[in-house]
């Protein structure tokens, strides 16, 4: 959360591979990168970082370099709390929700150029791809389709998920891939969506504005993390029920408690 170099880590040692000043690649950046929840996605190989942040473009930084590599302009408007951004498989096409005008946006990454756009029916906050890259689901606010899903080979819409939910602002897969859990920030739930029968299998209460999710390997859990609270709340993913939460420390700053756009 402080200023200067977010760090690339390496998944098994933890060991830090790179890192990046943000002040190179946006002139201007908040005190605290959570204010307007910058994301990055890495390639595999780790030698390209592609972030978002409360601009009008894509930004793909070279990470042996520490330098901007291009610039890839999507946004009509500089978004503001951009969360979606996602990587396909093959690393030839990168997907990134432009909330304010209800469409993703789809970029060939080989050629670092815009593509085309897809239309949303709500607000497009996160975005998914599934293991084998044929299917991303997009969840949305403001709307009655709660989670559109893609064809990532055709670009068609093969389903919808239809509930209505106040600020969805994250989503995670179960291991098969049947089931999605949603964060909604206000009113605070944490909604379990079986996609197979289109219907909720249970909505548990999370903590104090529920930011993100994420399972534990096993897919026994959901971890969610809230956004003006310092504990993170524990699921039983099956059933619903709350588990024993995790407390950390107190933030060095007081937390202020703003709903986010975009």
């Known amino acids: 959360r402080e200023r200067g170099f977010p760090p690339v880590l390496a998944w098994g040692s933890l060991a830090i591979l790179a890192s990046v ?142 509930l209505s939910v106040g600020h969805a602002l994250d989503l995670e897969l179960s291991p098969d891939e049947r089931r999605v859990f949603v964060v909604d920030f206000d009113p605070n739930y944490l909604i379990a969506y079986d996609l197979d029968v289109d219907r909720p299998a249970w909505i548990g209460s999370a903590v104090l504005d529920p930011f993100n999710a994420v399972r534990s390997p096993d897919g026994q859990r959901i971890y969610v993390t809230g956004f003006s609270s310092d504990t993170i709340a524990v699921f039983d993913a099956t059933t619903g029920e709350e588990l024993e939460p995790i407390r950390l420390a107190a933030a060095p700053r007081v937390a202020r408690r703003r709903l986010p756009r975009g």
Do not use: C, W
């Open 21 to 162: 000043d943000l002040s190179t690649v946006y002139p201007s950046y908040p005190d605290y990168f959570d204010q307007d929840a910058f994301r990055l996605v890495v390639t595999r190989d780790g030698a390209t970082a592609y972030l978002v942040g409360a601009s009008t473009e894509v930004v793909a930084v070279d990470l042996a370099r520490r330098q901007v590599a291009a610039r890839i302009p999507f946004a009509a408007n500089p978004l503001h709390g951009p969360r979606g951004l996602a990587l396909s498989p093959d690393e030839r096409t990168l997907f990134v929700s432009d909330s304010p005008s209800r469409r993703v946006a789809v970029i060939d990454t080989a050629t670092r150029t815009l593509s085309t756009f897809l239309a949303m029916d709500g607000l497009p906050t996160q975005v998914r791809i599934t293991r084998d890259g044929t299917r991303m689901l997009v969840l949305q606010r403001a709307t009655t389709n709660m989670i559109t899903i893609v064809d990532t080979g055709t670009l068609a819409v093969v389903k919808k998920a239809h």
